[in-house]
């Protein structure tokens, strides 16, 4: 096996205006022209690249704000004017203007190359589109010399650069995994970078190809994020200078015949090359074409072999007729692929994404946008680093916070022994079975269980006890009793399946067994939402674990502590082992997470009154009491005595009524009734009904009366929600 | 007088008024926040320490509706964003009106957090998926690199009668473990919240409640009403905006004035109810006479506190009136007992063989069609359901309008004949 590449690449980063997030495109008050892309400037964007993933080079001109795009940039290859970092669109600065145009970037520059080409015998090729670049041999010696060589190629407009790292196995590693964090920011980029220069040793066989192609799943996805630039501009103008032939053993492998290219449908790449190949200096570059012809063979081969799997369709590229060799039908062929369309292709065989069009392109352009396949639930990261606490208060609320896991569970000791001891007897002889763990919210059921489990793992790295997996799932975070089994099977597996035929898998593994396997520790929290009618679940996850070879240890948590007796069916109740209670011994509520609240509030208002009037003393009792106040008084009381007068009025109407009749419950006429009594009584003037009715219904609405919620209208019937002491106390408070 | 002697051109700037004042009274957006410093602290603080110190957190804002709940949040939520932490954070609005279910909701939320299964603005997947996705996402995250979210929940009670809570559980769940960081606010105006929360998802709930109850005295209802109605410093014609001012500052030392907001402060304190009344006010300026008068205020006052059903009534004709009047007698012989057509059309006959000689009598179908028209304006309400097969005549009804009403209505009858008067007051009045 060949080692790969080992170049990696300096790229720039460039954004279209239509991969920029739809909600900010606004922020650019204009709308975007034809061939304008931004700058792309976020620190999260690798610049160094595997030289592997560049597809090829394309212009770029860096213009000022008020310049207008250079005429010879006609259809193809970009210009850009502004920056985008996310937030805002900016104009270039002063010394990116001043890089990118060093950079070589002046129109005029190039002119020089493109006449080049254009006399070589591509006439479709206008000088405008000729992208181009320097491409520097990571190999040192034709590094040094391309060094040189650069200011010597006026005409260059790529940047690249290639570091030529030499690649270990490790590399291309990192290299993936940058490559997917990239992908994950889920802002499609350009990469414009181009031709690369790989070690001879790397002229890709087909052979080599296949071989690559699993491998490189993982910058697959990578690709299908980023949409293939136009390849028509992508053309490798490197080599055009007589002066480069020296080079060119070393450009060859640069055509990218990795397999990774291929399977990005970035085989353009390797036709622009050949088309410049296919320029005056084609005679000297028979080897390379050699190699090509094998490639294509081989692509031939494979699209044979695929044909029945086209399906995609392809967007032809903006200058992708002009080629008339038999090469540049691939060259075609890459150049309509679409980013879009890479999605769905990346679970298939990578290489049929050439294939179809190679042989009848069809062009429907895709309608819907398909969903992604390899999302990842990512909540993008703050810019700002979050502030570590700088006073004790601070610190206190952090490690009040109910987040932090202490270092000991106090008070849970015996159920920690208990739990532990249960597991672990169960993991030393293979068995398995289960426990039944219940208590009240926030007696630390759960927190306990994971202790367990963290001291279980940890004894399985010393060999203590044999190695587990661990799969936690919880009722509350399922959306149907079902979907326990598709989530188990996720876990344990990998695996995506509907629920039922999740279930059957599950019930396969755990009570055929088959191939001896570790153990299994299931977690099942919040159990008492996995009732079923049928209790079909409950039983499946109390039947697993009797069965000897599944070695399947289930903990089951809910707060019910009759919870088996109750609603469980007697087959499955008796199919549990061991309840365990937890209980707990607070007067107002044994709720550790009331408790942390109740003190991260306190240190709150300590703080606050710290800041009111200027001492430092610590948290007291008075705080805490504040605190607890606070989060458990009624505000009933305090809603009644801040309603208005009318409102007021007609909590007494009521309070008169129900005194009258004896009874709870009055309609609103009655009410209305006498609330006019009232009144009069008083010699105050009285509301109208429709007044009184809106009195109501607020009251209502805040839920000091229960009101129907009918349009009974005057005979809708009125409770109060709180008792009449109650608002007799609020009421002659006053 | 001198105010109004002002006359120069000023339409552009009337305009201006109108449209500064009512987008004010629209959107209660502008001016400071009443009486409610506290909890306006409270929640800035809390926001805050989500926002730069990565701390989770969950809140309750409880106050009856119109008392400011979503002001407050907005008001916290802008200051917030003008602080440096404005790219830190993310929100989720959601509202239980618009997110009747989890799985709505759960959309929502992947669209606004814009995860990436989302494209363009749908989003892919089914509930299940969606919820271990978001789950997952949320779950990755850690206090100081990720990004926090804010979620503001809208009609906070309706999202406790989701299924099982899910969402609310997940949510608070989050809220507290080291995930991503997390502000739940809720916002709501039931003051028994708490009990309509699941045990599981109460334990996971902070306990931290905002209330904001309306708790000003009427002096300070004068100050609002000020506030509200003053014109802004950088309002273009400084000479006008001056004079408007000046005027408001009188009328709220007007006492007739200080009677109408008294009365409306009485009926109701919230600052949506005085929106309204402001806004009714403010559409009665003109051009020529482009100042708010006490008159202008009192007559919107009435507008205001007027009876819909007594205007309803005097939109009758005399037929209907006299069936309600009879329905009123049926209602005082039968004490509250529901009657029916038949028995209204006998009371009303008796009538009118009594005073023959000043009511027309109606053929039996015209006063049923008169019937009919009560009930569609919902003056009378049947009982039950009406079924097809049912005689119309004999259905019980009930009537929807209190003695009292009727009375004054019928006092501002126009053209109500002396006889039918009469009877109102008495059905033995022919003795």
């Known amino acids: 096996y060949k080692p790969h590449s080992k170049k990696r690449a300096r790229v720039q980063w460039f954004v279209r205006f239509s991969e920029i997030h739809p909600s900010k495109q606004h922020l650019l008050g204009r709308k975007p022209e034809a061939q304008e892309i931004f700058w792309y400037d976020h620190p999260s964007c690798d610049s160094i690249v595997s030289v592997e993933t560049i597809i090829g080079t394309v212009q770029v001109v860096a213009l000022a704000l008020d310049e207008s795009p250079p005429a010879q940039l006609k259809h193809k290859g970009f210009f850009v004017r502004m920056s985008w970092d996310t937030k805002k669109f900016w104009p270039l600065s002063a010394e990116l203007l001043a890089e990118l145009g060093r950079r070589g970037d002046s129109p005029k520059s190039q002119n020089p190359v493109q006449a080049q080409t254009k006399t070589a015998e591509s006439p479709a090729w206008t000088t405008s589109e000729h992208a181009v670049g320097r491409i520097e041999s990571s190999h040192s010696a034709s590094k040094s010399r391309q060094a040189a060589a650069r200011p010597a190629t006026p005409g260059a407009r790529k940047r690249l650069e290639l570091a030529g790292l030499l690649k270990t196995p490790n590399t291309r590693k990192a290299r993936q995994t940058s490559c997917a964090a990239s992908a994950s920011l889920g802002i499609a980029k350009r990469k414009m970078a181009s031709s690369t220069a790989s070690s001879p040793s790397k002229r890709s066989s087909p052979d080599e190809a296949r071989e690559d192609k699993s491998s490189s799943e993982c910058r697959m996805v990578l690709r299908a994020r980023i949409p293939v630039t136009s390849t028509t501009e992508m053309s490798l103008g490197i080599t055009l200078t007589p002066s480069r032939r020296a080079q060119r053993p070393s450009v060859t492998p640069s055509i990218n015949l990795t397999p990774e290219n291929i399977k990005k449908r970035e085989t353009k790449e390797p036709e622009a090359h050949t088309e410049e190949v296919s320029t005056p200096h084609r005679s000297q570059r028979k080897s390379s074409l050699l190699t090509l012809n094998r490639i294509k063979q081989q692509l031939r081969y494979l699209d ?72 990842t639930p990512q909540i993008r990261s703050r810019s700002l680093a979050a502030q570590e606490p700088t006073t004790v208060l601070e610190e206190a609320r952090l490690r009040l916070h109910v987040s932090v896991v202490p270092e000991s569970l106090p008070c849970r000791e015996q159920e920690f022994q208990d739990i532990y001891s249960f ?54 975070k399922l959306t149907e009793p079902h979907q326990v089994y598709v989530q188990i099977l996720q876990k344990l597996t990998g695996q995506k399946a509907t629920a039922s035929h999740a279930s059957e898998l599950l019930a396969k593994q755990f009570c055929s067994g088959q191939a001896p396997r570790e153990a299994t520790v299931l977690l099942v929290d919040e159990l008492d939402l996995l009732w079923t009618h049928k209790q079909d679940v409950l039983y499946s996850l109390f039947d697993w674990p009797t069965h000897k070879e599944a070695r399947l240890v289930v903990l089951t948590i809910a707060n019910t502590m009759d919870l088996p007796e109750r609603i469980m069916m007697n ?37 606050l009154s710290r800041q009111k009037d200027g001492t430092q003393g610590p948290v007291t009792v008075a705080h805490l009491m504040a605190a607890v106040d606070e989060m458990s008084s009624s505000s009933y009381i305090t809603a009644i005595r801040n309603s208005s007068v009318l409102e007021q009025g007609f909590l007494r109407a009521i309070l008169a009524e129900f005194r009258q009749s004896g009874l709870e419950e009055a309609t609103f006429q009655q009410i209305y009734n006498q609330h006019v009594a009232l009144c009069r009584m008083e010699g105050l003037p009285y509301p109208t009904m429709s007044e009184t009715m809106a009195v109501c219904s607020r009251l209502g609405s805040c839920r000091l009366l229960l009101v129907e919620p009918s349009r009974n209208d005057v005979l809708l019937r009125v409770r109060l929600n709180v008792s009449q002491d109650d608002v007799l106390y609020a009421l002659k408070e006053e | 007088a001198s105010i109004y002697s002002y006359t120069p051109n000023y339409s552009p700037y009337f305009c201006q008024v109108q449209r500064i004042l009512r987008e004010r009274f629209c959107h209660s957006t502008h001016g400071e926040l009443f009486g409610v ?33 979503t002001m407050l949040i907005n008001h916290a939520l802008k200051e917030l964003m003008e ?170 030392e007007d006492r ?135 005689q119309k005549e004999y259905q019980l009804m009930k009537l929807l309008l209190d003695n009292t009403q009727i009375m004054n209505a019928l006092q501002k009858y126009p053209n109500c004949p002396t006889d039918v008067r009469q009877w109102a007051t008495s059905s033995l009045s022919w003795l």
Not at chain 2, 38 to 56: D, F, M, N, P, W
Not at chain 2, 181 to 198: M, N, Q
Not at chain 2, 295 to 323: P, T
Request: net charge neutral; charged share 25%; aromatic share 6%.
């Open chain 1, 423 to 476: 597991v672990e007897s169960k993991l030393l002889d293979g068995t398995g079975g289960c426990m039944y763990i219940s208590g009240v919210p926030g007696t630390g059921k759960t927190a306990t269980v994971h202790e367990v489990i963290r001291c279980l793992q940890q004894a399985a790295q010393t060999k203590d006890v044999p190695p587990f997996q661990y799969v936690e799932v919880n009722g509350m």
């Open chain 1, 571 to 607: 087959r499955v109740s008796s199919r549990l082992v061991g309840p365990r209670h937890f209980s707990h011994g607070a007067a107002l509520s044994g709720d550790a997470r009331r408790c942390l609240d109740i003190c991260r509030r306190a240190t709150e208002i300590c703080e």
């Open chain 2, 37 to 69: 410093q506290v909890q306006y602290k409270h929640l800035i603080e809390l926001l805050k320490r989500t926002a730069i110190h990565g701390e989770s957190n969950s809140v309750l804002i409880i106050g009856p509706r119109g008392s400011g709940k």
């Open chain 1, 304 to 375: 044979c072999k695929e044909n029945d799997e086209k399906e995609e369709e392809f967007v032809p590229g903006a200058g992708d007729s002009d080629s008339s060799s038999e090469e540049e039908e691939e060259g075609d062929v890459s150049t309509s692929a679409l980013p879009r369309t890479s999605r769905r292709r990346q679970d298939k065989n990578l290489q049929t994404a050439t294939q179809p069009s190679l042989q009848t392109p069809s062009k429907t352009p895709k309608k819907t946008p398909r969903a992604p396949r390899h999302a």
């Open chain 2, 83 to 252: 602080i440096e932490v404005s790219e830190n954070v993310l929100q989720v609005h959601l509202n239980g009106l618009l997110h009747i279910n989890d799985k709505i909701a759960l959309k929502e939320i992947t669209r606004q957090l814009y995860l990436e299964n989302v494209v363009g603005d749908k989003v892919f997947g089914s509930f299940a998926e969606n919820l271990s996705f978001l789950l997952e996402a949320l779950k990755k995250g850690d206090r100081t690199h990720s990004c926090p979210v804010i979620f503001v929940l809208d009609e906070f009670d309706l999202f406790a009668h989701h299924k099982n809570q899910t969402l609310l559980y997940n949510l608070f769940d989050i809220s507290q473990s080291a995930q991503t960081p997390l502000a739940v606010i809720g916002l709501t105006c039931r003051l028994d919240i708490l009990e309509l929360l699941e045990k599981r998802v109460k334990s996971r709930f902070s306990h931290r409640q905002i209330h904001l109850m309306n708790s000003f005295g009427f002096p300070q209802f004068i100050k609002i009403f000020k506030e509200q109605l003053s014109l802004p410093a950088e309002f273009p014609d400084k000479v006008f905006a001056e004079k408007w001012n000046e005027n408001v500052q009188c009328l709220s």
């Open chain 2, 256 to 390: 007739s004035v200080h009677e109408v907001l008294q009365k409306h402060f009485n009926v109701n304190k919230n600052l949506r109810s005085l929106h309204m009344l402001l806004m009714v006010a403010l559409s009665r300026i003109t051009v020529s006479r482009p100042y708010l008068t006490s008159a202008d205020l009192m007559e919107a006052h009435q507008l205001c506190s007027m009876d819909s059903k007594a205007n309803i009534v005097h939109g009758l004709s005399v037929l209907e009136i006299c069936l309600i009047i009879a329905m009123k007698h049926l209602n005082d012989i039968y004490e509250e007992e529901p009657f029916n057509f038949q028995m209204v059309y006998n009371e009303f006959q008796k009538f009118v063989q009594r005073k023959a000689h000043s009511v027309y009598n109606f053929e039996k179908p015209v006063v049923m069609k008169a019937f009919e028209h009560l009930q569609q304006l919902e003056l009378i309400k049947p009982m039950e359901r009406t079924s097809v097969n049912s």
